[in-house]
């Protein structure tokens, strides 16, 4: 279902001096994601008017995806639930656990309301913590086509593993799936992306 992010979160987002991890901890804290994976980063779909759409990764910026770090936070999180640890506490012990890079925040919007040629694509990408740079996309993704792509460039390892392989069948695999879910995104009308739009660099 689509969601609608906290006070807290919108407030955070809009915040020129908000940093990243300050910002994650935020939407972990408040619940802000439809989508909290293994690796506790997480992922949001919303929905507005007029064929606007929103689709958001939140990457954890403070932990690997190694099985250690991972059981280590089910852990605290069954601690949360149990009531032995608070939530603060839980962030906290989060943010001790620094790792020097991670997967950069990825956005998808399309808006139709906002296009104008060259300086403001309909359909884009931001890329990392940072508002102003959009990537062209001459489709309309869908909330599952966003999610594969996540999949696919930030958890390789798992995507290309013969678990995922025996996941979809002799028949079938990611990239196929991938390739059938593209299907599923529309290409932009002309009057959404021009023809000289097109010349430029862009996401098909």
């Known amino acids: 279902m689509p969601m609608k992010a906290s006070d807290d979160f919108l407030s955070a987002v809009f915040d020129p001096a908000a940093n990243y991890e300050g910002l994650y901890l935020i939407g972990l804290a408040n619940t802000d994601y439809n989508l909290l994976l293994r690796d506790y980063s997480y992922m949001q779909f919303s929905l507005g008017e007029v064929d606007h759409v929103r689709y958001a990764y939140y990457p954890n910026p403070f932990l690997g995806s190694s099985p250690a770090a991972i059981a280590e936070l089910d852990e605290l999180r069954i601690y949360v639930d149990e009531g032995a640890i608070t939530i603060e506490e839980y962030l906290a012990k989060v943010s001790e656990l620094r790792k020097s890079q991670h997967p950069p925040l990825l956005r998808y919007e399309n808006a139709p309301d906002q296009y104008s040629e060259f300086n403001h694509p309909c359909s884009h990408f931001h890329l990392g913590h940072h508002e102003s740079n959009r990537w062209a996309v001459q489709r309309v993704l869908t909330p599952l086509a966003f999610t ?37 995104c529309r290409i932009l009308p002309h009057d959404r992306f021009s023809k000289e739009e097109s010349l430029l660099f862009s996401f098909g």
Do not use: I
């Open 148 to 184: 594969m792509l996540v999949a696919r460039h930030f958890y390789a390892e798992t995507w290309f593993s013969k678990a995922a392989l025996s996941l979809f069948g002799k028949s079938q695999s990611p990239d196929k799936f991938l390739a059938e879910t593209k299907l599923d």
